[in-house]
T-cell receptor
Framework: DAGVIQSPRHEVTEMGQEVTLRCKPI?????LFWYRQTMMRGLELLIY????????DSGMPEDRFSAKMPNASFSTLKIQPSEPRDSAVYFC?????????????FGPGTRLTVT | AQKITQTQPGMFVQEKEAVTLDCTYD???????LFWYKQPSSGEMIFLIY??????QNATEGRYSLNFQKARKSANLVISASQLGDSAMYFC????????????FGKGTRLSVIA
């Protein structure tokens, strides 16, 4: 079975540009999570969805960040406008649900560099 | 609030030896799951092992085992017969049932296996 799919794997963009990261969760998984990882801050949860509905977006750093999940098989994380401090690895993860015994499976990540 | 603590920023182990990575958690929920993830230098997050709060036996997956001590609120990862490929960052994470929350991650332990 295919795991969580993320695209692009690498993105280099200039400050001020719009960036869109994409994620396809594992088929049948009802919960989807977006994380950001940096050396300074470690792994941060940005937002998560359950059954395509955003549950908690308190981790989204600023209004420049937005996320959508239009259907069960696709989600986007958009940064507009991008800034150098947004440079990080962005992970998408999915799980069957939010109960305690459901493990999360991570995608390979998107390495974003904003110059 | 639920919390995962990993007190060892870095560990060294000789090849073929066993190593224990510490993890403690803080929760008042009776139902929870504990997870370990491996992040090699390539960056992906790999799910290793899961332990449920109601599980009677310690979880094992190949060379990985989880030393679960409920009274001490600890869930240490034991890697037996270390291999050079085990060199990576290891994250302990917990999922707690109150409010159907996503995973809470520790800050990680960097394991270096020495030949």
């Amino acid at each position: 079975d295919a795991g969580v799919i993320q695209s692009p794997r690498h993105e280099v963009t200039e400050m001020g540009q719009e960036v869109t990261l994409r994620c396809k969760p594992i088929s049948g998984h009802n919960s989807l999570f977006w994380y950001r990882q940096t050396m300074m801050r470690g792994l941060e949860l940005l937002i998560y969805f359950n059954n395509n509905v955003p549950i908690d977006d308190s981790g989204m750093p600023e209004d420049r960040f937005s996320a959508k999940m239009p259907n069960a098989s696709f989600s986007t994380l958009k940064i507009q406008p991008s800034e150098p401090r947004d440079s990080a690895v962005y992970f998408c993860a999915s799980s069957l649900g939010l109960l305690a015994f459901y493990e999360q499976y991570f995608g390979p990540g998107t390495r974003l560099t904003v110059t | 609030a639920q919390k995962i603590t990993q007190t060892q920023p870095g560990m060294f182990v000789q090849e073929k030896e066993a190593v224990t990575l510490d993890c403690t958690y803080d929760t008042s929920d009776p139902s929870y799951g504990l997870f370990w993830y491996k992040q090699p230098s390539s960056g992906e997050m790999i799910f290793l092992i899961y332990q449920g709060s109601y599980d009677q036996q310690n979880a094992t997956e190949g060379r990985y085992s989880l030393n679960f001590q409920k009274a001490r609120k600890s869930a240490n990862l034991v890697i037996s017969a270390s291999q050079l490929g085990d060199s990576a960052m290891y994250f302990c994470a917990g999922r707690f049932d109150s409010g159907n929350t996503p995973l809470v991650f520790g800050k990680g332990t960097r394991l270096s296996v020495i030949a």
